[in-house]
């Protein structure tokens, strides 16, 4: 048995096609009524432990040879999770929110706009096939001018009463003469959903011959035809099937748009923690130079004074040049982080130096959290859009299948035509006096049958059908798989950039107090300025990995919630 066969009896088991596309679209519209975002804390299984705490516990776990005060933390870094990393220095700048950039990018982004239009080209699509059972008014005019001339006819053999006449060989002529005619029809033809027709028409029609018998006569009649195929075409519910799919393309594309939407808005949030991250490494860069300068005028101070030798000028002044470059190179890296979020919020100036730059002020969640993962791939499941966009093609397949099958049908149409007539009458007034008493009437009934010969045309475009349907099915399949694959990855990348936090802080701990003994050192004369230089750019790179790795951790929860379907927060994003 063919595989479209075995489905089909198993579709006809089921429930009709047109419930399984009503409970798909059911579910997509109150998906895309929902606001956007997730509050992953909600998630977790017991509270969340705050960075401070989480080192605490690191430390209390083990017995380190260094006693480290946290209070004497380098002071910049003592409380990222709920101050900013970016210092005084940067806030001459825009300060913004991250609420306010994704305003901004909801307001603005291209691509954004560009999406939604999408939804008003699948909206004027429906209404398009919703207009298939508009009912139509049509009129018809004619005249004609016929000047005939005399014409030999037909010979004919004469019936008649009068016996003389009576099987008579006689021959017609026609005589020259002058006919006009005017016929006149007005009438309404009303699809019906069913896949039949009705028609109701009124035809009128006024006949002149001019010449020795002068004539002038009217007659009217009232029509109505009726056509029904009894099967291929027949039914609602296959008469329909076209609006049916396009409601379901038209939710399709509304939930493709609200996914671009949330597309960008994780990009734009992604763009505003890398923001943030610049800002942090520029302030960290900037410090170092400022150390470094500050160590060269000491030196010089103590050669002067003779208390160093003069060689370490040179080891000084290699620093504040190596430092100079790092400086430089995290400028440019700053720009180009300002000038991405400015790219996706539609906002790149002509002049970038005659507008202040933006400062991100929003502290980031530095926050751990044990997540329940089988409720997250439970609601991922139930919110994915991709999944759902699944869900309405498979119940537009159900559709089309059926549709399909119908076609495979003979086509067997039953048509039944009634006619009232008037009498001829001389004046126009008179045609309507007995066109309703039923003396002239005509009527028919009949029925038509097609069927092709193999139908094997009609029976591939159903078997097409029914493999997409099953190749639809697989895919879901697959996404469903990638969609549990992607949150135990995104958190399993939590769970890694939050122990990279914690590794980073106790490295930029402990390079701070080597830092400070090396200068100590160096000031009695047991340590060069190199090996100072040396602690002071592992105290540098160690801030670098913990703003990195801050930042990474931001970006993973992102990841988490878009996982699952949504943006991060809890503060929900209504779309319209």
């Not at 089921?14 to 895309?32: G, I, N, T, V, Y």
């Not at 004539?215 to 519910?237: C, H, I, K, T, V």
């Not at 076209?242 to 992604?270: C, F, G, P």
């Amino acid at each position: 048995m063919k595989p479209s066969f075995a489905l089909l009896t198993l579709l006809a088991l089921c429930q009709p096609a047109w419930l399984w596309a009503e409970a798909a679209d059911a579910r997509a519209k109150q998906r895309l009524n929902q606001p956007e975002g997730r509050a992953l804390e909600q998630y977790s299984q017991q509270p969340g432990v705050p960075l401070h705490d989480a080192i605490k516990q690191r430390e209390a776990q083990k017995k380190p040879a260094m006693v480290i005060d946290l209070k004497q933390a380098l002071q910049p870094f003592d409380t990222p999770e709920t101050d900013s990393l970016v210092s005084a220095s940067g806030q001459q700048g825009n300060q913004v929110t991250l609420a306010d950039i994704r305003q901004l990018a909801l307001q603005n982004n291209l691509q954004v706009k560009v999406a939604q239009f999408d939804p008003r080209i699948a909206n004027q699509s429906l209404r398009e096939e919703q207009a298939k059972f508009d009912q139509v008014i049509y009129a018809y005019a004619k005249y004609a001018d016929k000047d005939l001339p005399a014409m030999a006819g037909d010979k004919v053999i004469v019936k008649s009463d009068n016996p003389a006449l009576n099987n008579e060989l006689a021959k017609l002529n026609l005589d020259e003469q002058r006919k006009q005619f005017i016929d006149v029809e007005a009438g309404i033809k009303i699809p019906l959903r069913t896949g039949g027709s009705v028609t109701l028409s009124a035809p009128l029609e006024n006949k002149q011959s001019l010449g020795k018998f002068a004539s002038d006569e009217y007659r009217s009649a009232m029509r109505f035809s009726f056509s029904q195929p009894l099967l291929r075409n027949a039914g609602r519910d296959i008469n329909e099937a076209s609006i049916r799919i396009a409601e379901l393309d038209r939710d399709t594309v509304q939930l493709k748009t609200r996914l671009q939407t949330i597309r960008i808005v994780t990009m734009v949030d992604k763009a505003y923690w890398d923001l943030y991250e610049a800002w942090a490494a520029l302030d960290v860069r900037r410090n170092q130079f400022e150390y470094a300068s500050q160590n060269l005028a000491m030196v010089k101070r103590r050669v002067q004074e003779g208390i160093t030798a003069a060689v370490e000028i040179n080891r000084a002044e290699i620093g504040v040049a190596d430092r100079m470059e790092a400086l430089i190179v995290a400028e440019t890296n700053l720009k180009l982080a300002q000038r991405q979020l400015q790219f996706l919020l539609n906002d790149l100036p002509d002049n970038p130096i005659s507008r202040a730059p933006w400062v991100p002020t929003t502290p980031p969640q530095l926050v751990k959290f044990e997540f329940d993962r089988p409720q997250l791939i439970k609601d991922a499941l139930d919110s994915r859009i991709e999944l759902l966009e699944q869900e309405l093609k498979l119940s537009a397949d159900l559709i089309q299948i059926d549709y399909l099958q119908n076609q495979t049908l003979p086509l067997f149409t039953l048509d039944y035509q009634y006619g009232a007539l008037s009498n001829t009458g001389q004046r126009l007034g008179d045609i309507d006096r007995d066109l309703f008493d039923g003396r002239y009437r005509d009527w028919s009934i009949g029925l038509k049958f097609e069927m092709p010969v193999s139908n094997e045309a009609r029976k591939a475009k159903l078997d097409r059908a029914v493999e997409t349907r099953m190749q639809r099915l697989t895919t879901k399949t697959l996404q469903t798989l990638t969609v549990k694959r992607e949150i135990h990855d995104a958190l399993d990348k939590v769970d890694q950039h939050w122990q990279r936090i914690i590794a980073a802080r106790q490295q930029v701990l402990i390079a701070g107090i080597n830092y400070e003994a090396e200068l100590k050192q160096f000031n009695e004369g047991l340590r060069t300025m190199t090996e100072v230089l040396e602690t002071l750019t592992r105290l540098g790179e160690a801030q670098i990995k913990e703003i990195r790795a801050m930042s990474d951790y931001q970006i993973a929860l992102i990841d988490v919630a878009y996982a699952t379907g949504t943006v991060l927060g809890a503060s929900k994003i209504a779309m319209q």
